[in-house]
């Protein structure tokens, strides 16, 4: 044994009172004996503290686990609750531009059916041949078909299932290509595309609708999404080439107050 660690332990003999002259006269088996008793007393109390000190630590450990989760919890609820809102947002302020769904055009009366020629009189109306049912006439989309559809991906949006809300609205666009809803569908198969932050392809489906539904209430949110796109790719003359573009062809539009905020922002940057 350690003979620093046994003059301490005669040491600590000596402070509970034993006296010398008595450690001398047991001095030997006896006295061996009573130093190996007490070091296991001191080795079992120093093993004892660190297993108190290791179970603290482990209640701590699990104190700090627990907040972390709670406080994951907490962000991932306000992050839905945000993109929630936002796209409530959005889609109210489609509503408000577009001014309401339009309504069909007014279906003509057909002309009236003249009087048929005499007999010896040629007609100059060319006999009407009979279409087969059998033929590849387009039957146009059922709109309320169309509704249903196009509202069943855009939940899908709504409830963060991003994939499969691609692949619906993706499906939509080629079903019912030319219908009433197919400059919305394109918006929100970009945004889909712009919140899963795949970037790239949200800029190239925002791109679609700027060029293909010029006349759409949706055109300057997508150029809006465009601007903000160059900016997370840190391409900074492009983002504010195409916002100070929606600034200056929807100037009276949430958009362009938007877009302004983040013109700001770049400058602030030093960009």
């Known amino acids: 044994m350690n ?19 008595n450690l001398a006269a ?9 130093l190996q008793r007490i070091e296991r007393m001191l080795q079992n109390q120093s093993l004892a503290d660190l297993v108190l000190q290791l179970q603290q630590l482990q209640r701590e450990v699990q104190q700090l686990r627990g ?21 409530d947002i959005d889609q109210r302020l489609s509503r408000f531009q ?10 003509s009366a057909p002309p009236p059916v003249s009087a048929a020629p005499p007999a010896n009189q040629q007609s100059s109306v060319p006999p009407v041949t009979s279409i087969d049912s059998t033929s ?13 559809v196009y509202q069943e991906a855009f939940n899908l949006l709504k409830q963060g299932r991003y994939p499969e809300s691609i692949t ?15 400059d919305n569908a394109q918006y929100w198969l970009a945004e889909a595309s712009y919140v899963n932050r795949d970037f790239d392809t949200a800029l190239a489906e925002f791109t679609k609708v700027r060029e293909r539904f010029a006349q759409s209430p949706k055109v300057p949110g997508a150029m809006l999404k465009m601007g903000y796109i160059h900016y997370e790719k840190k391409q900074w003359d492009e983002a504010k080439k195409i916002l100070r573009e929606l600034q200056l062809n ?7 107050r938007l877009a302004e905020k983040r013109i700001q922002r770049i400058t602030k940057e030093g960009r």
Request: aromatic share 8%.
């Open 3 to 21: 003979s620093r660690f046994r003059l301490a332990i005669i040491s600590l003999a000596i402070g509970l009172g034993v006296s010398t002259p």
């Open 26 to 34: 047991e001095n030997g088996p006896n006295m061996e004996q009573r």
């Open 67 to 87: 907040d972390v989760e709670l406080q994951k919890h907490t962000m991932d609820a306000m992050s839905r609750r945000q993109r929630d809102l936002y796209l």
């Open 98 to 107: 577009s001014g309401g769904a339009s309504s069909p055009p007014p279906v």
């Open 136 to 148: 590849s006439a387009v039957t146009p989309p059922d709109p309320q078909q169309e509704e249903m």
């Open 168 to 182: 619906a609205f993706s499906a939509f666009l080629k079903d019912y290509s030319g219908g009433s809803y197919e």
């Open 250 to 256: 929807y100037p009276a539009t949430t958009e362009a």
